[in-house]
């Protein structure tokens, strides 16, 4: 399932490739996955030239003209890639859009369809789903000091709170578990009763495990987008994630697994005590 980096990773290609472009093709192949309809959509987006290209959360925006943003959430399965012209598009692929002096088009293909494109800005509706009207702060742009106000300001699980998008933005269920590892804090505890340097570990811990699979990310995204669009694996060895039964790189014992939210859960109940 592609969490931060995977969206980080995107939106750094999509940069190089869309900025400074001109949209001059919408092709919606199926309609569910838009916020508006494509009578509206299309008009909105024609002949608008991209400004940037950002990443908020887990979500990729395409900043246009005209204070618009084009949003899209890869949800469990999407992709967001630049197909060759010579290619045709894979099956599931729901968008399509062409821009001036961009040979190919990009392409929006999301199988599951978890995943959604919405636009927004100035004269349009507020909408769920793909929204980012209603995310917290990303978790790279927070400052500690406020990551930390936050934690405690709050009285719940961990885990739990670090996957709620609307206090920060960007954790899944991946990275949430990896981070409470290697902080040493068990997923299940509550955050009004960490201290500041629990809260300063977690925090740390959190930007450690995400820089590492941006990095990690980064080769495997452009293998992904120059072959035939295949969604990258990242090199990152995850110390408990999908390791249930498996020895704690740390002490050895095993590691378990518990619901929290209705999310699996990966920790060592040696490392990580109750
Ligand atoms: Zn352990």
């Given at each position: ?6 969206a980080?990773?995107i939106a750094?290609?999509l ?38 290209v950002?990443r908020?959360?887990?979500k990729i925006i395409l ?8 949003i899209f959430?890869l ?5 967001l ?194």
């Open positions: 399932m592609p969490e931060l980096p995977e980080e990773t750094e290609g940069k190089v490739k869309l900025v400074g472009k001109r949209i001059n093709g919408v092709h919606i192949k199926r309609r569910d996955v838009l916020n508006i309809t494509p009578q509206r959509l299309r008009p909105l987006l024609l002949r608008r030239r991209i400004l940037s950002e908020m959360g887990k900043q246009l003209e005209g204070k618009r943003s084009l959430s949800g469990m399965s999407g992709q890639y630049t197909l060759p012209p010579e290619v045709k598009p894979p099956p599931h692929t729901h968008l399509i859009i062409e821009f001036s002096g961009l040979a190919g088009a990009l392409i929006f293909r999301d199988p599951r369809r978890f995943g959604g494109v919405s636009l927004e800005g100035e004269g349009l509706p507020k909408t769920s789903g793909s929204s980012i009207r209603n995310l917290g702060p990303d978790i790279l742009s927070i400052s500690e000091e406020d990551f930390i106000a936050l934690m405690g300001r709050k009285k719940r699980q961990l885990k739990a709170l670090l996957l709620d998008q609307g206090l920060i933005c960007g954790l899944g269920n991946i990275y949430t578990d990896e981070s409470l590892f290697r902080a040493r804090l068990h997923p299940g505890r509550r955050s009004d009763g960490l201290n500041v340097d629990d809260m300063s570990k977690l925090y740390n811990a959190i930007r450690q495990v995400l820089a590492e699979a941006i990095s990690a990310g980064g080769s495997s995204i452009s293998d992904y987008v120059d072959a035939q669009g295949e969604a990258g694996n990242f090199q990152v060895n995850h110390r408990v994630y999908g390791k249930e039964g498996e020895p704690c790189p740390n002490c050895g014992n095993k590691i378990a697994k518990m619901k929290i939210g209705g999310r699996g859960t990966h920790y060592c109940p040696h490392c990580q005590p109750g």
